[in-house]
Nanobody, 125 residues
Framework: QVQLVESGGGSVQAGDSLRLSCVVSGRTSSPVVVGWFRQAQGKDREFVAAISRGGGTVKYSDSSVEERFTVSRDNAKNTVYLQMNVLKPGDTAVYFC?????????????????WGQGTQVTVSL
């Protein structure tokens, strides 16, 4: 079994930054692909970003996210990060990290096998 624990969420003002961390542990300490997803109240869970095991392939949901967010990983620490800059109220959501063992950097949450509990990010004007 693989466990993922997110941290780094909080309440900030528009324009601020946050860095989320996802520590991966368990039987497979370094799954091949780790993704970040978010779920706003009353909405479906949506893809934000994902990164391959070596970090050579990254994907973002759209240009707005790509311009402001950066996904990275430190395999020596079994940790994946999501640096979020210039936060907007529309970024308010619970953020989840997830892992999958296959090599394809998927964007569909159904393709991920293991999930963290989530961390709340609230952005106010």
């Amino acid at each position: 079994q693989v466990q993922l624990v997110e941290s780094g969420g909080g309440s900030v003002q528009a324009g601020d930054s946050l860095r989320l961390s996802c520590v991966v542990s368990g039987r497979t300490s370094s799954p091949v692909v780790v993704g970040w997803f978010r779920q706003a109240q009353g909405k479906d869970r949506e893809f934000v970003a994902a990164i391959s095991r070596g970090g050579g392939t990254v994907k973002y949901s759209d240009s707005s996210v790509e311009e402001r967010f950066t996904v990275s990983r430190d395999n020596a620490k079994n940790t994946v990060y999501l640096q979020m800059n210039v936060l907007k109220p529309g970024d308010t959501a619970v953020y989840f990290c997830a892992a999958r063992s296959a090599t394809f950097v998927a964007t569909d949450p159904a393709e991920y096998d293991f999930w963290g509990q989530g961390t709340q990010v609230t952005v106010s004007l």
